[in-house]
């Protein structure tokens, strides 16, 4: 390293410590400064769905007018670039590697949300050391100018998952009705009770038959974490099992936006409703679609 970039570092650190220290939580995660929510998605299984719902639940936050930034932090296989079919120029390797500022790999996509790529291919990030960890969340904890930034993660317990979910204001938990799927979601909402820390927790069950299954796998793992591990876990909804995800992804087109009146969009909606604090649309009728529909016919008179 040159003279300059020591005296950089050196100035940086120095600024760094006049200014209030981040509180450590869960045994070393420095805690994001909370100019923006940050929401962490996570699961216990892998391919439950959480890249698929962190960015489409973006995108529907952005359409809703909220500054929201999607951070790829799947250091293992990063793909939230991939399924919007972007190619950013500098990803979070660039960054790890101090050749970066977090602020400088910020990519624009095309639907409304920005990005911050993963670091695919590179194994040996898939577990940071230490002090990049830290460095890291450094970087992190300057974000700021959103009202949400997503954290979609790898599956799984590992320090990183547990250092981003303990570092959020939120933890989604996503979990799929398959037996597997579900005592892994129980794992890792055990592994995030055992650290101090997060106080709120949220599940949803992707992948869903019908209203009762998902009803049904919300109840039986909130149910278990309250009487286990005496945790609240707030169900925040389910998602259809649909195949208009599936084509969605073949054409690296979100499907909030691909298939807008698919059962997944719907569903995700009512989700971002929820999460906004938003009364649910109803499409299907009810006294909600009711006055709806008698607006909108007002309004063509
Ligand atoms: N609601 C759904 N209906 C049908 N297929 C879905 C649904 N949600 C996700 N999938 C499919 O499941 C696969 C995995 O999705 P995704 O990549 O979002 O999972 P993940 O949890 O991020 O995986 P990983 O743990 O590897 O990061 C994708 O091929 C996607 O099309
Ligand atoms: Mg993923």
Redesign the pocket.
Known sequence: MDQAANLRKMVASQARSTKPQPTLIGGGAPSLERSAHFIAIA?GK????????AINLGILLAKAGKRVLIMDM?LG?A?VNVILGMIPKFNLYHVIKGQKKMSEIISESPYGVRIIAGASGFSKLADLAEEERTRFMDEISGISDYDYVIIDT??GVSRNVLSFVLAADEAII?TTPEPTAITDAYGIIKAISTEVGQSIIKLVV??VSSVSDGRQVAERVIGIAGQFLNIRVENLGF????QA??AS?MKQKPYVLAEPTSR?AECIDHIARKLLGMPPVSNSGGFSGFIRNLLSANKED
Not at 46 to 53: A, S
Not at 239 to 242: G, K, L, N, P, T
């Open positions: 699961s892998g391919g439950v769905g959480k890249t698929n719902f799947d296989l793909n790898g599956a996503i992707n992948c998602i259809y099992y649909d995800v599936l992804v997944a």
